[in-house]
């Protein structure tokens, strides 16, 4: 660029004012739809009557009507035809014009793709300087789809580095400190590396690299990429207790030596992780790009295996549990909810807010080991033919726990005087904004037991049945040592049973155990 002696990115001062300077202040980073300024310092006066032009692209195969290149200018509409994202900017009052000094304040358009983006400058003649900067989604823009209004909740759900994520039981649970540390060093090219290895971005790359405007598709893959099942993805699973190759799931306290573990070797997946290390790394991602994000964890949360909205438990004619692959119910499960409007499913915002992502590898959705984003409003209602996975996580937290007996024949019988409507989904929970306590959200995705609810909800199925067993501990409990229990059994027939057998398996024991009276 000739006559030019340099640019000022203002990288302190503009990250200061977009929220992302705990990233950097030495690299240009800024949130969609929110100016900032950039300084030319010429040979010569400058007047508004030259043609200064400039020129952003992102992706390997930049193209204005897919929203990756916009050309713009500061005296007429530059953009091409068709251009998908209107980049603006215009000359600041503070300019000293005489002197060559120009300040520009740009201004990325609230539905720009995210991701690293170059940045050219031209003044009259093809010569051009390169700049670079990063664009994220804008959380404090209304005109964005992750816009969150409450400033409290920006704070703990974009810009909060550490958080609580609750193990346990719904009756005995406590929170374990996690260090998200979604702005520590190489975060920018970690993250920014998982969207450019996911398995859309090979396959079209172009197509990838547009859709990333939007928070719905972006989640998506990031629910994709944490596990490693389908892709290059951050993390590997294991739950059988052999970590000999790798580290436990519960020594790991943060998401940073994860990710950054997989950066440096590669994209390798990292060994090991359970659900609530995929759902704490994923929340780091999430913040990082301006995603509002909250780690939640539902106790007795079922696992349908077969979108039969139910919780299906199969017996033999002499009460024995018949072991295979089927629906189960974990002590817990943890995932986590982004916060993102849903204009493909709603024009009037009914299914805005915040919305369930599960990087667990349960079941896949669409052919990838992704869940979600799926509305908690529609889970709520029963309104489970929206996408995306809305029946499996209706599932998670408000299915009927169904028993069936298997006769000799091979025929199923329903035994309806069994059948749990309040087992599944209890104490679902977040840490709580701004403190260390803890946030009750199981109201927000299920109407109260004994309520009134919605006519497609569950909960207004017939045949429930509280509890036939009472199960209680004599003597003090601990890990990998005997526990004596007593166990209370209450009819529920109006009739005498002489022969019963009672099974008793769950994630907590080692194996299923048998005992006949």
Known sequence: MAGKRKVDLHCHANNVAHNTHEISTSQLIVRRGQPFSITLELDFAFSTSESLKLTVETGRFPKPSRGTKCTFGTRVATCDVGTKALWSCSINATSSLQTGCVTLNVTPPADAPVGKYSLSIELGRPSAVKESLVVLFNPWCQNDWVYLPDEKERQEYVMNEQGHIYRGTAHCFSPMFWDFGQFEEEMVDICLKLLDVNPKHKRDPEDDVSARCNPIYVGRVISAMINCYDDMGVLQGCWDGNY????????????????????????????YGQCWVFAGVMCTVMRFFGIPCRVVTNFESGHDTNNSLTIDQYFDEYGLKKMGKEDSIWNFHVWVEGWMKRPDLDQDGRYDGWQVLDPTPQERSEGMFCCGPAPVSAIHDGHTNLKYDVPFVFSEVNADVVKWKIKADGSKIKMKYLTDTAKVGQKISTKAVGSTAI?????????????????????????RISSVLVISFTDITRLHHPVMVQVEFKNPLNETLRFCSLTISGSGLFRSEHFER
């Open 439 to 463: 946030n009750d959200l199981t109201n927000t995705y299920k109407y109260k037991e004994g309520k009134d609810a919605n006519a497609n909800s569950f909960s207004q199925r017939l045949g």
């Open 244 to 271: 000999h190759d790798g580290v436990c799931p519960t020594r790991w306290t943060s998401s940073v030596s994860i990710l950054q573990r997989w950066f440096q070797s590669d994209c390798k997946a990292v060994k």
